[in-house]
Protein backbone atom coordinates (compact mmCIF):
# COMPACT_ATOMS: atom_id res chain seq x y z
CA UNK A 1 0.00 0.00 0.00
CA UNK A 2 1.64 3.32 -1.07
CA UNK A 3 1.68 6.27 1.94
CA UNK A 4 1.62 9.80 1.35
CA UNK A 5 3.51 11.80 4.53
CA UNK A 6 2.19 14.98 4.93
CA UNK A 7 3.58 17.65 7.90
CA UNK A 8 1.65 20.86 8.69
CA UNK A 9 2.48 23.69 10.92
CA UNK A 10 0.15 26.63 11.40
CA UNK A 11 1.43 30.02 13.32
CA UNK A 12 -0.83 31.69 15.27
CA UNK A 13 -0.69 35.26 14.07
CA UNK A 14 -4.00 37.02 15.59
CA UNK A 15 -6.65 36.18 17.75
CA UNK A 16 -6.72 33.23 20.51
CA UNK A 17 -9.92 33.08 22.84
CA UNK A 18 -11.67 31.06 24.92
CA UNK A 19 -12.42 29.07 28.49
CA UNK A 20 -12.13 26.56 30.21
CA UNK A 21 -14.81 25.94 32.88
CA UNK A 22 -13.41 23.45 35.15
CA UNK A 23 -15.48 22.35 38.32
CA UNK A 24 -14.72 19.57 40.59
CA UNK A 25 -17.36 16.55 39.63
CA UNK A 26 -19.68 18.84 38.64
CA UNK A 27 -20.55 20.46 41.49
CA UNK A 28 -22.45 23.75 41.48
CA UNK A 29 -20.36 26.48 42.86
CA UNK A 30 -17.23 24.77 42.09
CA UNK A 31 -16.14 27.07 39.50
CA UNK A 32 -16.63 30.46 37.47
CA UNK A 33 -19.07 30.31 35.09
CA UNK A 34 -17.27 30.97 31.72
CA UNK A 35 -13.88 31.23 33.74
CA UNK A 36 -11.33 31.17 33.39
CA UNK A 37 -10.58 32.77 30.09
CA UNK A 38 -7.44 32.90 28.32
CA UNK A 39 -6.93 36.16 28.38
CA UNK A 40 -6.96 36.52 32.20
CA UNK A 41 -4.57 33.67 32.42
CA UNK A 42 -2.43 35.38 30.06
CA UNK A 43 -2.08 33.60 26.82
CA UNK A 44 -2.85 35.58 23.72
CA UNK A 45 -1.49 33.37 20.73
CA UNK A 46 -0.37 29.37 20.22
CA UNK A 47 1.41 27.91 17.82
CA UNK A 48 -0.87 25.05 16.40
CA UNK A 49 0.42 21.79 14.03
CA UNK A 50 -0.92 19.21 12.70
CA UNK A 51 -0.15 15.90 11.33
CA UNK A 52 -1.12 13.69 8.46
CA UNK A 53 -0.34 10.51 7.18
CA UNK A 54 -3.10 9.54 3.82
CA UNK A 55 -3.00 6.30 2.55
CA UNK A 56 -3.71 5.45 -1.54
CA UNK A 57 -6.73 4.05 -0.64
CA UNK A 58 -8.09 7.13 0.59
CA UNK A 59 -7.93 6.60 4.38
CA UNK A 60 -6.19 9.04 6.37
CA UNK A 61 -4.99 9.72 9.98
CA UNK A 62 -4.06 13.13 11.38
CA UNK A 63 -3.29 14.97 15.01
CA UNK A 64 -3.72 18.18 15.49
CA UNK A 65 -1.62 19.66 18.45
CA UNK A 66 -2.65 22.90 20.30
CA UNK A 67 -0.87 23.75 23.30
CA UNK A 68 -1.10 26.90 25.60
CA UNK A 69 0.67 28.46 28.31
CA UNK A 70 -0.12 31.09 30.60
CA UNK A 71 1.80 33.04 33.25
CA UNK A 72 0.41 36.20 35.11
CA UNK A 73 -0.70 37.54 38.46
CA UNK A 74 -4.60 37.12 38.16
CA UNK A 75 -6.04 40.37 37.81
CA UNK A 76 -9.20 39.24 39.91
CA UNK A 77 -10.54 36.37 42.06
CA UNK A 78 -10.82 32.84 40.41
CA UNK A 79 -12.71 29.71 41.37
CA UNK A 80 -11.54 26.69 39.58
CA UNK A 81 -11.60 23.22 40.17
CA UNK A 82 -12.90 23.89 43.69
CA UNK A 83 -10.09 25.92 44.62
CA UNK A 84 -10.82 29.60 45.19
CA UNK A 85 -7.96 31.74 44.43
CA UNK A 86 -7.57 35.28 45.41
CA UNK A 87 -6.61 38.56 42.97
CA UNK A 88 -3.20 39.08 42.76
CA UNK A 89 -2.24 35.33 42.86
CA UNK A 90 0.54 34.42 40.77
CA UNK A 91 -0.55 31.28 38.28
CA UNK A 92 1.08 29.40 35.78
CA UNK A 93 -1.11 26.99 33.11
CA UNK A 94 -0.84 24.97 30.72
CA UNK A 95 -3.70 23.88 28.50
CA UNK A 96 -4.05 20.93 25.79
CA UNK A 97 -6.54 20.96 23.41
CA UNK A 98 -4.56 18.10 20.83
CA UNK A 99 -7.18 16.23 18.54
CA UNK A 100 -6.42 13.28 16.56
CA UNK A 101 -8.83 11.73 13.67
CA UNK A 102 -8.82 8.85 11.37
CA UNK A 103 -11.14 8.92 8.26
CA UNK A 104 -11.77 8.39 4.40
CA UNK A 105 -11.82 10.95 1.72
CA UNK A 106 -13.02 10.15 -1.60
CA UNK A 107 -11.54 12.43 -5.09
CA UNK A 108 -14.13 13.64 -7.39
CA UNK A 109 -12.29 14.90 -10.64
CA UNK A 110 -14.75 15.00 -13.62
CA UNK A 111 -12.93 14.39 -16.67
CA UNK A 112 -11.98 17.14 -18.67
CA UNK A 113 -12.38 19.77 -15.86
CA UNK A 114 -9.39 21.16 -14.04
CA UNK A 115 -11.02 21.30 -10.47
CA UNK A 116 -10.80 18.76 -7.60
CA UNK A 117 -13.60 17.97 -4.52
CA UNK A 118 -12.61 15.59 -2.38
CA UNK A 119 -15.30 14.94 0.53
CA UNK A 120 -14.46 13.04 3.68
CA UNK A 121 -15.73 11.98 6.57
CA UNK A 122 -13.86 11.06 10.35
CA UNK A 123 -13.83 10.06 13.73
CA UNK A 124 -12.34 12.58 16.05
CA UNK A 125 -10.77 12.70 19.53
CA UNK A 126 -10.10 15.33 21.76
CA UNK A 127 -7.76 15.29 24.18
CA UNK A 128 -8.05 17.71 26.78
CA UNK A 129 -5.71 18.99 29.94
CA UNK A 130 -6.07 21.28 32.29
CA UNK A 131 -3.19 22.12 34.40
CA UNK A 132 -2.61 25.11 36.84
CA UNK A 133 0.27 26.06 39.65
CA UNK A 134 -0.27 28.55 42.17
CA UNK A 135 1.80 29.15 45.39
CA UNK A 136 1.81 25.57 47.34
CA UNK A 137 -0.90 23.71 44.80
CA UNK A 138 -0.30 22.36 41.85
CA UNK A 139 -3.76 20.23 40.08
CA UNK A 140 -5.78 19.99 37.25
CA UNK A 141 -8.48 18.10 34.96
CA UNK A 142 -7.87 15.52 32.12
CA UNK A 143 -10.45 13.82 29.92
CA UNK A 144 -11.37 12.23 26.07
CA UNK A 145 -14.11 12.83 24.35
CA UNK A 146 -15.13 11.31 20.86
CA UNK A 147 -17.18 13.08 17.79
CA UNK A 148 -17.83 12.80 14.03
CA UNK A 149 -16.95 14.93 11.82
CA UNK A 150 -17.52 15.37 7.37
CA UNK A 151 -15.74 18.08 5.66
CA UNK A 152 -14.18 18.59 1.91
CA UNK A 153 -11.56 20.14 -0.06
CA UNK A 154 -12.19 22.56 -2.96
CA UNK A 155 -8.72 22.37 -5.60
CA UNK A 156 -8.68 24.49 -8.03
CA UNK A 157 -5.32 24.70 -10.80
CA UNK A 158 -4.48 28.45 -11.60
CA UNK A 159 -1.46 27.14 -13.77
CA UNK A 160 1.35 24.75 -14.14
CA UNK A 161 2.51 26.11 -10.43
CA UNK A 162 0.43 27.33 -8.39
CA UNK A 163 -3.08 25.68 -6.71
CA UNK A 164 -6.01 27.76 -4.98
CA UNK A 165 -7.45 25.15 -2.16
CA UNK A 166 -10.10 25.31 0.40
CA UNK A 167 -10.91 23.32 3.11
CA UNK A 168 -14.17 23.22 5.61
CA UNK A 169 -15.05 20.51 7.86
CA UNK A 170 -17.56 20.69 10.91
CA UNK A 171 -18.69 18.23 13.35
CA UNK A 172 -22.17 16.24 12.85
CA UNK A 173 -24.46 17.78 15.39
CA UNK A 174 -24.44 14.23 17.41
CA UNK A 175 -23.13 13.85 19.43
CA UNK A 176 -23.70 17.27 20.72
CA UNK A 177 -21.15 17.49 23.36
CA UNK A 178 -18.15 17.85 21.23
CA UNK A 179 -18.08 20.63 17.82
CA UNK A 180 -14.82 20.91 16.34
CA UNK A 181 -14.69 23.06 13.16
CA UNK A 182 -11.61 24.10 11.42
CA UNK A 183 -11.41 25.79 7.65
CA UNK A 184 -8.47 26.39 5.92
CA UNK A 185 -7.84 28.91 2.56
CA UNK A 186 -4.66 29.03 0.68
CA UNK A 187 -2.13 28.28 -2.13
CA UNK A 188 -0.04 25.51 -3.13
CA UNK A 189 3.06 26.18 -4.69
CA UNK A 190 4.66 22.50 -6.08
CA UNK A 191 4.92 20.62 -2.32
CA UNK A 192 4.74 23.69 -0.19
CA UNK A 193 1.24 25.43 0.70
CA UNK A 194 0.19 28.70 2.77
CA UNK A 195 -2.61 30.45 3.44
CA UNK A 196 -5.16 31.55 6.63
CA UNK A 197 -6.76 28.90 9.01
CA UNK A 198 -9.70 29.04 11.37
CA UNK A 199 -10.09 26.45 14.82
CA UNK A 200 -12.93 26.66 16.98
CA UNK A 201 -13.33 23.51 19.72
CA UNK A 202 -16.38 23.53 21.74
CA UNK A 203 -17.49 20.99 24.66
CA UNK A 204 -20.04 21.03 27.46
CA UNK A 205 -20.79 17.76 29.41
CA UNK A 206 -23.85 16.55 30.88
CA UNK A 207 -23.04 17.58 34.72
CA UNK A 208 -25.44 19.54 36.74
CA UNK A 209 -22.06 22.13 36.60
CA UNK A 210 -20.34 21.19 33.25
CA UNK A 211 -16.70 21.35 32.34
CA UNK A 212 -17.46 23.82 29.27
CA UNK A 213 -14.97 25.09 26.97
CA UNK A 214 -14.26 26.99 24.07
CA UNK A 215 -11.33 27.31 22.07
CA UNK A 216 -11.10 30.20 19.32
CA UNK A 217 -8.10 30.58 16.92
CA UNK A 218 -7.03 31.59 13.53
CA UNK A 219 -3.71 32.26 11.94
CA UNK A 220 -1.25 31.97 8.99
CA UNK A 221 0.03 28.24 8.06
CA UNK A 222 2.24 26.43 6.41
CA UNK A 223 2.46 22.96 4.77
CA UNK A 224 4.94 21.17 3.32
Known sequence: MSIEL????????????????????????SSDLQRPTFQELGIQGAP???????????FYMGYQQIRLKGDVILPQPLKTYRIPIPAKTPMESDIK??????????AIHPKNSRWKL?????????????????????????????????????????????TFSFH?????????????????????????????QETQIWFKDGQKLPNYLSFNGDGVFLSF
Do not use: C
Not at 6 to 29: D, E, H, M
Not at 97 to 103: A, C, S
Not at 123 to 152: C, E, N, Q, W
Open 6 to 29: GLFTLLSLATVSGYVQTPKGGLPG
Open 48 to 58: ISDRLIKFHSG
Open 97 to 106: FDWYRVGYVY
Open 118 to 162: SPEIEVAMLDFDYRFKIPLISTGRAYHHVGVRIGFTFEYPINDTV
Open 168 to 196: RSISLPWPKRLQITSQRMGFQIQSIAMGH
